[in-house]
């Protein structure tokens, strides 16, 4: 939502990026990569996606292997200090 609103404030203000980023308190290069994702895919685009993985369906025999190890190594490790 923010950056939406940060990408059309600089747009309406004729591409001064460097005004949206003093005003939102943002680096311009930020600003900048914004506009430009919002200007080639729109909001989506501007979704954050860190953390999201693909989907299992979509995955290797091999990456889902690996996931599933991580899941085990993971719950070893939940196990171990709940013991202590």
């Known amino acids: 939502?923010?950056?939406i609103q940060i990408?059309?404030?600089c747009l309406?203000?004729?591409k001064d990026y460097q005004e949206a980023a003093n005003t939102y308190n943002v680096s311009y290069q930020q600003v900048y990569q914004w506009v430009r994702k919002y200007e080639d895919g729109g909001d989506e685009a501007l979704k954050?996606?860190?953390g999201n993985?693909?989907?299992e369906a979509k995955l290797t025999?091999?990456?889902k292997f690996k996931l599933q190890m991580k899941k085990v190594e993971r719950e070893n490790?939940?196990?171990r200090a709940e013991n202590l």
Do not use: S
């Open 48 to 50: 954050d996606r860190r």
């Open 61 to 63: 025999p091999e990456e």
């Open 77 to 79: 490790e939940r196990l």
């Open 1 to 3: 939502e923010e950056r």
């Open 53 to 55: 993985k693909k989907e």
């Open 12 to 14: 309406e203000n004729g």
């Open 7 to 9: 990408v059309l404030d």
